[in-house]
């Protein structure tokens, strides 16, 4: 790691009087600007311009502790500090191998003007692409440990921008998009008709989640998140639809508490992407930037990969998580009856075994394969699931023995049902169980109310039992996959092996939900995707008629689904349709089987949220590069061009499709697929159907490219 | 086991109207009676009379369950069944080592008169000293899963009775008892005042706790308790000072739900104990009757002894817990900077070890051996203990060394500061640290607020979260000796390793609080004793002037010390003073080094609360009989007839008496040691001061008896 520090202490000095509190610092990095200033109250002000027009107006900054003098007034600057930063990092995995870090950062260090003259710092870093900051609570005499009961930062926005958002809630984040002005934000309707989603609890009717994704009327892309979320609850946005204004709101603990610190400490940063370009908040690396470098010193056993699993096939209604009708459905023996459709049967790994051995797919998921599906769900239960006991049908030793013969990795699954307090209990014997059998990787869930109860999935105390499974997965070697977590901050850079997260609504609910329409791919991206990867599980090649759910289908192409693989970065991605739906389509299946899930670099080519994507990514350790192209409901002409291959340098493009007929709706499996030599000056022009894409893998032109044309 | 089960199924049959629901069914057993029967409403209905005269006039039964019907009327009766159990069972260790549970038993079958048509059962068990009953939920379709919103319990009492109660309170049971007729109970002024108990939460002014001792104003002894506490919240008994009816109030989780079960279960057994004579009270043994047998198999390695420990010296502020002033005194090599009062260093652990060893004292604890204590206390702190590192000069190996050349056993020290989800994460750690060096013995504490945020010591997850300490702790042949969990209900039969708890006002009042009036030992056992064992920390000689604490003192006669030995039953029984004011008086301590601590007999020879008693016990597996006599502020004259000696037996007996002129007030540590020759004809004439007690030890006659007289 290249570290270039330049450390000017600028100004250390105390105002001793409000007046001087009103001179701005201003704070610059190419067309991003910070200011701040005190205000007459004593009160921390912040604001943001890119390229001399404000993002963020004046907007406060402050803590509220609990039962004590809030930290957000009264305030005087007692110094200020500027430092610039500018290095380089390489990430375990990524979308890019070299990451720069260049922010100039400034510290207020500010006093208040009472009694206690309590300390705090805030700490703004503007990048070229926008600004993050966070508040820092010094070591102190008067303030030691101590409950944040709210954190009344304000994003004042210049404008009513057109908003992607979905409910604020402090227990899902798997809402599908609304598209709206910020004058038009009203969840209501969203959070009452979603009963596709198990726990909805939305604090009121003008709450979003981040990341919140917006345009302004003028053309610029701003996205607000956070970054390195530990030790604290979730920020969600709270809209003031008249003023444009959105102040940030902590997610409760069971007492309606934020969260419990104790100096010297700090709150995540918060984050404000902007820019003119799309393309650019997509390429962004200020979030991770912003997070820790990782903790864990030897990552030579964390690897990327690819994985089928016995899972769609219980989505769709082929088979059942569970062994038995009902908890109580056992035999003479005192012994579960089997129901005769357990999805987890070791005749059936085998099978995606044997699939995913033949096809160069590393890993295997099964879930339903331990005690406790009977009666998992909605019982708000402490102790549901054994993570060391297998179904009288999973036989994990033979099971061990053939994946290892096979060259494949097993991974396990453990459901939690939302009972963290157990799995914490349980953690280190599953942890154990999986090293004993060779499972490298854990998918993990969440689905229902949290326990301890009262407590919920984006709170402090969950947050930081995300992080404690990390680690402790971390200490057997295990990379994690959560699903139904805190939304992802770029804690990915911390612990590398935290490989990805649900925490988004995925291709699932095209089975069980309402599905998620043409233009959710389009927009994931902008939002969910800003903090980290996501299982987002696609590859569908059987887009409808599942065996259960009439009238349910995935709203793409079947080329989409391909696309996906590339348009949304994740260094594990599911192939996640069956075995004898793949067979149908081999040649498709192709491109599943080549596409990269760790790179060298990306360049996200053209990109407007809630329309389109097209992405292209470098293999890591290769000269392959692979496109993904999707678009909404609307079909779309595309030109790109290859201009970031190798000069000189012939490559064989292949090309899936979107057949001229397809379309989501009428059409939705039919594809072309096309080889071609290309080189630096290709210009591809796709074709996109409605609700379709394009995918593209392109290698460094074998011996044998006889009978392969040229593109033009 | 013998067991003498005759079970005869009376009848089952459905009442088909109301009119047959107020037909009373009786179930007595010699002067207990029970009364059940249905009323207008289908409310089950129930009443209790010992001698015929009522003891718990018809009061109601039922459970309330959030968001649905309550099922506490429109009941009818579909059946009853009767069944008589006369058995004898040895507990691994107890008061007796032999406990006959007679009981006649009446299950009511119930039938909601709605569409779900729920079931209920209400199982009573009468003995001859009184009454358990329990709701049993069978398994049934129409109920599953469910949340209990509050118990409706009734106790309606026939009168004004005298009353010993402490406030109703969430966390605590370490309140001083109050002494009043029911129509003036009023803890307002008890909670408000109690600034020496650390977390307070009463839910309101007509709260008492349980176990609730009673006199009749025509002289019948009740008490209020309930046995075998298990998923599911602690009762408390909410008062009407007017109708003086007793309602069940149970302890609220965060969320203020009271109980989450699934049929089939049950609640704890509700008991009501009740004699003419106060001695029969401290004798039942009705309350772990009504527990499980044993669910460990193997108990040889449950050991019941006596222990001194590194501790009084720290209450009593001759050293500290910490090693350091405050977390952040470091070094300039990040090391903690010793205070020079740390407690728990070797040196000084030797000491302790030294002085166990020369007189046969079985255990040494230690609390403030490892890292942590800087800033333990009132922090809300997720993770403050680690439970496997010691402070630099606490040198395990080297005191795990000492201690076992020496013939001692080290007894652990987990103070979780009320962080129960950190303990049970780090529980399997700490049990395996005690296992490599020889720990057999743990003694945890729960000071502070509880975490899981909003849950409480005596709610239903916390009651689980000790069964589970207890059951882990068992895994790891490791006894449990439990300081602030709820209060016990019997459960030592289930989990023998589960030897004591605190749940009570300790001996540790006289020094930190506002002490413990001489009157509370005569209380106590009707009270905190009545569900089992307590870690009362007895034996103080120094009973004032401490280091610190100006002021403070013990509110007894050293004699009454020794007395509680006997009076105050425990398998592990503290010499809790340090061992240089043992020192001072070692023909006292005498009394110490030999008294049992488990046993086969007990006599309660003369009791009221309140007032006085009497206790008289045989050493387990010997023909030696240990005798304590505590009284109030009041001094008192007694005679002890030694009537349980085998007949035609000498015996000598050593009497450590106050000394005449003994006062606790003015002159507590004066006692006199005398020895005689007793039989089963003799009646000791004892004499207490004001405070004060009498300690006696009998043993088989000697040869060497030459010299000391016959007593007369």
Redesign the interface.
């Known amino acids: 790691m290249k570290k270039l520090l330049t450390c000017i202490i600028l100004s250390l000095f105390v105002f001793n009087h409000l007046k001087a509190q009103s001179q701005p610092t201003t704070v610059s990095m190419n067309k991003v600007k910070l200011e701040f200033m005190m205000d007459a109250d004593g009160r921390p002000t912040y604001a943001i311009y890119y390229d001399q027009k404000p993002v963020i107006k004046p907007s406060h900054l402050g803590i509220k502790i609990l039962n004590d003098v809030g930290m957000d007034s009264n305030f005087v600057v007692t110094g200020t500090e500027k430092t610039t930063v500018d290095e380089q990092w390489k990430p375990v995995w990524g979308e890019v191998s070299n990451i720069r870090n260049h922010y100039n950062q400034v510290t207020f260090h500010l006093r208040q003007q009472n009694k206690a003259g309590r300390l705090l710092d805030i700490v703004f870093r503007v990048f070229e692409d926008g600004v993050g900051f966070r508040y820092e609570f010094p ?1 102190q005499n008067n303030l ?2 101590f ?1 944040v009961s709210d954190e009344v930062t304000e994003f004042a926005l210049a404008g009513n921008n057109k908003t992607f958002w979905i409910p604020g809630d402090y227990d899902t984040n798997e809402y599908p998009y609304t598209t709206s002005n910020i004058s038009e934000i009203n969840n209501q309707h969203m959070v009452n008709s979603s009963d596709d989603i198990a726990v909805r609890v939305a604090p009121d009717k003008y709450a979003v989640q981040t990341p919140l994704m917006m345009k302004t009327p003028e053309g610029l892309y701003i996205n607000i998140h956070e970054a390195a979320l530990v030790n604290y609850s979730a920020m969600q946005l709270h809209v003031d639809t008249s003023t444009y204004k959105l102040t940030a709101s902590l997610v409760p ?3 309606g ?1 934020k969260a ?1 610190i ?1 100096t010297p400490c700090h709150t995540p940063w918060r984050t404000i992407i902007v820019s003119n370009k799309a393309t650019d908040i997509l390429e962004s690396k200020m979030i991770l930037n912003l997070n820790d470098p990782s903790k864990i010193e030897n990552t030579s056993w964390i690897k990327p990969m690819k994985f089928v699993g016995v899972w769609w096939e219980m989505q769709t209604g082929k088979s059942t998580w569970n062994y038995s009708a009902r908890a ?1 459905t056992v035999g003479a023996n005192g012994l579960l009856i089997p129901n005769g459709t357990h999805g987890g049967n070791t005749a059936n790994v085998e099978r995606y075994i044997d699939f995913a051995a033949k096809n160069g797919i590393q890993g295997v998921l099964v879930e339903g394969w331990n005690y406790g599906w009977e ?1 998992w769900f909605g ?4 102790h549901v699931f054994s993570f060391v006991t297998p179904y009288p049908d999973f036989d994990v030793d033979a099971i061990t023995k053939y994946a290892k013969a096979k060259g494949v990795v097993m991974i396990m699954h453990n459901e939690t049902s939302a009972s963290a ?1 157990d799995y ?2 349980q953690m ?1 014997t599953a942890f154990r169980f999986m090293n004993k059998y060779g499972y490298t990787s854990v998918k993990t869930g969440y689905v229902g109310r949290i326990i ?4 919920h999935h984006d709170g402090e ?1 969950m947050v ?1 039992h995300y992080v ?1 499974v990390a680690e402790k997965a971390a200490q057997y070697h295990i990379m994690l996959d959560a699903h139904e977590p805190v939304r992802p901050t770029g804690l990915q850079r911390t612990y590398p092996n935290w490989m990805a997260c649900e925490a988004g609504r995925g291709n699932e609910y095209n089975a069980f939900g309402h599905g998620n329409m043409p233009e959710h791919e389009t927009i994931m991206p902008f939002t969910r995707f800003m903090g980290g990867p996501m299982d987002y599980t696609p590859g569908i090649f059987k887009v409808q008629d599942f065996t259960i759910l009439p009238g349910k289908r995935v709203h793409t192409t079947l080329v989409k689904q391909l696309a996906l693989y590339v348009v949304l970065y994740s260094p594990i991605q599911m192939a996640a349709d069956l075995p004898e739906n793949y067979e149908k389509y081999m040649d498709a299946f192709q491109f599943i089987k080549d596409v990269g899930v760790d790179w060298d670099d990306t360049k996200v080519i053209a990109a407007e949220p809630g329309d389109y994507i097209t992405t292209a990514r470098k293999e890591k350790g290769t000269e392959n590069w692979f496109i993904g192209a999707v678009t909404d409901e609307n079909g779309r002409d595309e030109v790109v061009p290859l201009d970031f291959l190798n000069k000189g340098t012939q490559y064989v493009a292949t090309i899936y499709a979107d057949a001229p007929d397809a379309d989501w709706k009428t059409n939705p499996e039919a594809y072309k697929i096309t080889t071609y030599i290309v080189d630096a000056g290709t210009k591809l022009k796709l074709k996109l159907a409605p609700g379709g894409g394009a995918a593209i893998s392109i290698k460094l032109t074998t011996a044998d490219t006889k009978g392969i044309k040229k593109y033009k």
Chains 1, 2 share one sequence.
């Open positions: 070591k030691k440990y409950i603990d069971a007492l508490n419990y104790g109580d009666e019982n708000w239960k402490e307090t914490e209990r280190d301890p109860r009262g407590e105390w930081n404690r």
